[in-house]
């Protein structure tokens, strides 16, 4: 088998891959500072498509289900920004209650979010700035899981708030899961960038030991392209922004493209303002 699963499965728990070793003393020693990071570990070798034994190094951390957003009730526009985006994970929470798809990986990282949009660059036509919002929260990860959906569904409300209709179709009713599928590309594209930019060198072994996709999510793998664990940050992060882009322009239609192209958008202040009034 080609595909390595990045999330394995361990007394009836869901793991993250953090680590493929050849030598055992090495993974240990990751075990080791994960753990001293708060979280649990399953260290495990087997074999790997290429005939060796190598050691598997998975992890998942101890999570209280908090989603109280520690928000001053006084707050500036930038506040009511994460203020709205915590809702939106709420909401989306909310929806997938008692589902065993969704499993809480970390706590609610408030103080992340707010730095992300306290940095968001606004200049530029509307597509410039909905595709840095979608990618940088999802490179940055502050929800407990469903960040490509929380991202996405904020960044829709930006365009919204700016007078265009994203996606160019009805949510109500299976919309929803038309923008599931609709944006399936993006997620796995979005996943394997996530993994470059977090875990290139276990991208390169795995390569190196036999394996050609990596599992991203239940329904989907993505192919692992030869030297791209050597990609440095800022390539990556072009990449992903190249992406976000991308399915914003091909889930709107004609008028849409149009008002997305258009070189001025909305500050995040003129933002807050719009969805306030």
Request: proline share 4%.
């Given at each position: 088998?080609?595909v390595?699963?990045?999330?394995p499965?361990?007394?009836?728990?869901r793991y993250t891959?953090?680590g493929?070793?050849?030598d055992?003393g090495?993974a240990i020693?990751h075990a080791e500072e994960l753990e001293?990071?708060?979280m649990?570990?399953?260290?495990?070798?087997?074999?790997v498509?290429?005939g060796e034994r190598v050691?598997f190094?998975a992890a998942?951390?101890?999570?209280?289900?908090?989603?109280?957003?520690?928000i001053?009730?006084q707050?500036?526009?930038?506040?009511?920004?994460?203020?709205?985006?915590?809702?939106?994970f709420?909401s989306?929470?909310?929806?997938?209650k008692?589902k065993a798809a969704?499993?809480?990986y970390?706590?609610l990282?408030?103080?992340l979010?707010?730095?992300?949009i306290?940095s968001?660059?606004?200049?530029?036509?509307?597509?410039?700035?909905a595709?840095?919002?979608v990618s940088d929260?999802?490179l940055?990860h502050?929800f407990?899981?469903a960040?490509?959906?929380?991202s996405i569904?904020?960044t829709?409300?930006y365009l919204?708030?700016c007078?265009?209709?994203?996606?160019h179709?009805d949510?109500r009713?299976?919309?929803?899961?038309?923008?599931h599928?609709d944006t399936k590309l993006f997620?796995?594209?979005s996943?394997?960038?996530?993994q470059?930019?977090?875990?290139a060198r276990?991208?390169?072994?795995a390569?190196?030991?036999?394996y050609?996709?990596?599992?991203?999510?239940?329904?989907?793998?993505?192919e692992?392209r030869?030297g791209d664990?050597?990609?440095?940050?800022g390539?990556?992060?072009?990449?992903h922004?190249?992406?976000?882009?991308?399915?914003?322009?091909?889930?709107?239609d004609?008028?849409?493209?149009t008002?997305?192209d258009?070189?001025?958008?909305?500050t995040?202040?003129q933002?807050?303002?719009?969805v306030?009034a």
């Open positions: 088998m080609t390595l699963d990045l999330h499965e361990y007394r009836n728990a891959l953090r493929l070793f050849r055992e090495e020693q001293h990071d708060g649990d570990t399953y260290v495990y070798a087997d074999a498509p290429s050691v190094v998942r951390r101890k999570v209280d289900h908090d989603v109280r957003a520690g001053p009730h707050h500036s526009v930038d506040w009511e920004a994460v203020r709205m985006a915590v809702e939106l709420r989306i929470m909310r929806k997938a008692g969704f499993r809480w970390k706590k990282d408030v103080p979010l707010h730095r992300k306290q968001l660059d606004w200049s530029g036509s509307h597509a410039d700035v595709s840095r919002i929260l999802i940055a502050p407990p899981n960040n490509h959906r929380s569904h904020f829709r409300n919204l708030a007078g265009i209709r994203w996606p179709y949510l009713g299976r919309g929803h899961q038309r923008l599928r997620f796995v594209t996943k394997y960038l996530l470059l930019h977090r875990h276990m991208v390169q072994i390569y190196e030991v036999g050609r996709k990596l599992r991203v999510g239940d329904d989907a793998e993505a692992i030869a664990w050597d990609l440095g940050p390539q990556l992060r072009n990449l922004r190249a992406a976000a882009r991308r399915m914003l322009m091909e889930l709107a004609d008028a849409g493209r008002m997305l258009a070189p001025r958008s909305k995040l202040r933002w807050v303002e719009t306030r």
